[in-house]
């Protein structure tokens, strides 16, 4: 982990990390913007600053485990790999294609370092707190983080791994919220309320850390607060804008999983590349 913080560098791939989101899902014709665009922060943070992990080695013994449980966001982390050389741009467009190696939801066997297949919600934490307990047993130094949504923790299996790893102090766990309010259906406090989210992490005896998800420093500093902390898992609450860098879509609940169309498409590419340029001018 690097000991510095570039966040010019960070915001720069988070930039780059959502034009290749939106040309992915105009290239499928399908697929989950809402999320993906609201989670680049997170993993230009986990890629480019966070995870002791090497794209020359995918599969290196002592890696960082990242755990994508909300499955439907992948665009995300392709986009990240991408970025981060695992893959070339030129395969994200093959999305969702047949037999590509790049499905709608990350499939563990068809690219290395994606660690689980996921796709039914809920099951994320369950998964990443077992790799976490297993590293415990063999003495591992390796780190295990988790990427869940909100909407999935309406799911009752998400509620008895967060008992699970608080019974076994799994404090080489660290599970991130994607609290963007949303779901398929509508917002999550109408669908079926979350709240007092904190509070009830605080009840099961976690570490609770809340945090801008869009602020690499406030980012960086929950994630070094988790790692001193040796008796409990961690979970950052990440407060985060679905859609966020493409205006049409902020905050929209109907952009969850709407396809982006060509159209579409060319309006959110040109409102990111400006972010850009006006970066590189300043």
Request: glycine share 8%; aromatic share 8%; hydrophobic share 35%.
């Amino acid at each position: 982990m690097p000991l510095t913080l570039d966040t010019s560098l960070l915001e720069e791939k988070a930039n780059n990390i959502r034009i290749s989101v939106i040309k992915m899902l105009v290239a499928a014709k399908s697929g989950h913007p809402g999320g993906s665009l609201g989670l680049a922060d997170l993993f230009s943070l986990l890629y480019f600053n966070t995870l002791n992990h090497d794209p020359e080695d995918p599969m290196w013994s002592e890696r960082d485990r990242l755990i994508l449980s909300n499955g439907h966001v992948v665009p995300v982390r392709y986009a990240a790999m991408a970025e981060a050389g695992y893959i070339t741009h030129s395969k994200l467009l093959t999305l969702r294609k047949l037999g590509s190696i790049l499905q709608g939801h990350p499939e563990r066997t068809k690219l290395p370092a994606l660690e689980t297949t996921s796709g039914p919600l809920g099951s994320g934490l369950g998964q990443a707190s077992g790799i976490a307990l297993g590293a415990k047993m063999d003495n591992k130094r390796f780190r295990v983080y988790c990427v869940t949504s909100d909407g999935e923790h309406q799911e009752g299996n998400h509620w008895e791994s967060v008992m699970f790893a608080a019974k076994y102090k799994l404090s080489n766990l660290t599970l991130f919220v994607d609290r963007n309010f949303i779901q398929i259906g509508g917002r999550t406090e109408d669908v079926m309320p979350l709240e007092p989210l904190r509070e009830k992490y605080l009840s099961f005896n976690w570490n609770v850390i809340s945090s801008d998800g869009h602020d690499f420093l406030q980012l960086s500093n929950a994630i070094a607060k988790a790692r001193s902390e040796y008796l409990r898992p961690t979970v950052i609450i990440c407060h985060t804008v679905p859609g966020k860098g493409v205006s049409f879509m902020e905050g929209r609940h109907e952009w969850h999983g709407k396809a982006v169309g060509e159209e579409d498409g060319k309006r959110a590419i040109k409102e990111l590349s400006k972010i850009i340029k006006k970066k590189k001018n300043d």
